[in-house]
């Protein structure tokens, strides 16, 4: 059974004139509501049913497609859409995520002096659970206030910190937006990402040759042994200011003394520029190759690239809207690079101009995540203010 929101004694907080249509309490003890429920990755029927019944108590119609039971997931991406006023264009889309990460179950937030972090066993579940909140509070402020709008479009996907699934396996035909964003990053608000990387995830599998390692050991092919000779011929770490190579996994033998004949290995390329990326997956595939056939070893090389760069010029509409719309609120804004994938790398291969926005939770992934209250305000301020925006550059 879904809950009604309480207040939880928030209420007073940061109601000042400039910020007077937020309900800060309410979007605390709703967010707090949230991190509670655990929705780690595949995991998140629990959330998307109390999102679907958030919005269906603001009369939003919403709507879970089937990405579910193509990912192995318990939910599917759920869509709603509050119908612009006046002479609206197409809609803005505004999304989140429904998953976190791990270790994300039986979360305890604790408030201290405007801040909600987890008890410290567990990460927080702001990423992404304060975009949710943010986005919820917004389309609240947006019906109570009567503010006239171009439409908006939600987008509460699955699976994101899986890699995308969620958003990969979304219909674009289901979307009626022509530009978006995406609450899910860090730094303050106004915080603007343009540029995203594109990544390659490189599996290889090494086939040597077992023996008894006391015995007879030339009779064996270490498998380890030439995987080790490959990676060593590898430059790791930051490549240059657009690239990354890492090597995360490695799995391999059966006991000490066994030479074993086989290890599996799992790494990673990302870059800015896809020329750039691809010539590092080259390259690690170039030395595993070359390694393995000096020892007479088999080795299987498999390439997925799990999603495309992008890269948005500031002359375009979905940059200028929340550029404008941070120096109305005396916001700075910072347009930034990123070397992280996110929804909006999936919704810009659709042809769905994206950006991500900034909402100031710290310390992601990690049992010292926070976010302060101050600045999720801050950001439902500056949300419902790029909406404004873009009602405003439709009209006639």
């Known amino acids: 059974m879904i809950k009604p929101i309480k207040a939880a004694g928030f209420g007073g907080l940061f109601r ?3 910020d007077r249509m937020v309900d800060a309490g309410r979007m605390v003890a709703e967010f707090l509501e949230m991190v509670k429920v655990d929705s780690v990755s595949g995991k998140e029927r629990d ?35 509050l119908p612009g006023t006046g002479k609206a264009g197409p809609p803005v889309m505004v999304c989140a995520h429904l998953d976190t990460v791990e270790p994300g179950r039986g979360i305890k937030p604790v408030v201290e002096e405007g801040i909600i972090r987890s008890s410290g066993d567990t990460i927080l579940g702001g990423d992404d659970k304060a975009g949710i909140a943010i986005i919820l509070e917004v389309l609240r402020m947006i019906r109570e206030n009567r503010i006239d709008h171009p439409g908006v479009e939600v987008v509460f996907t699955v699976f994101e910190e899986g890699g995308l699934l969620g958003a990969k396996n979304l219909d674009p035909g289901m979307l009626e937006a022509r530009l978006g964003y995406v609450l899910d990053s860090g730094g303050p608000p106004g915080t603007i990402i ?22 007879c050991p030339e009779n064996g092919v270490n498998a380890i042994e030439i995987a080790a000779r490959a990676i060593a011929g590898l430059r790791m770490g930051r490549i240059d200011h657009e690239t990354t190579v890492n090597i995360g996994v490695i799995t391999g033998g059966k006991a000490t003394n066994i030479v074993p004949d086989s290890v599996f290995v799992q790494g990673e390329t990302r870059s800015l520029d896809r020329a750039k ?44 809207l929340a550029v404008e719309a941070a120096e109305k609120l005396g916001i700075v804004p910072r347009l930034e690079s990123t070397g992280g994938g996110s929804d909006a790398n999936v919704f810009n291969e659709m042809g769905i101009p994206t950006v991500v926005l900034g909402i100031a939770m710290q310390k992601v992934h990690t049992t010292e995540e926070f976010i302060r209250i101050g600045d999720m305000v801050t950001c439902c301020r500056y949300l419902l203010e790029i909406i404004k925006a873009a009602g405003e550059k439709k009209q006639p």
């Open 194 to 215: 343009t540029s995203a990387p594109t990544q390659d995830r490189i599996s290889v599998a090494v086939r040597g040759k077992s023996a008894h390692a006391g015995i």
């Open 16 to 18: 000042t004139e400039v």
């Open 47 to 81: 959330m998307a049913d109390l999102v679907k019944a958030r919005l269906k108590d603001m009369g939003l119609d919403p709507v879970e497609d089937g990405a579910g039971n193509k990912i192995n997931s318990s939910a599917g991406n759920i869509i709603a859409r």
């Open 277 to 320: 990326k691809e010539l590092q997956t080259r390259l690690i595939v170039e030395k595993f190759n070359q390694a393995a056939s000096a020892s007479g070893a088999g080795v299987d090389v498999r390439v997925e690239n799990l999603y495309r760069e992008y890269s948005i010029g500031e002359d375009r509409e979905v940059v200028r």
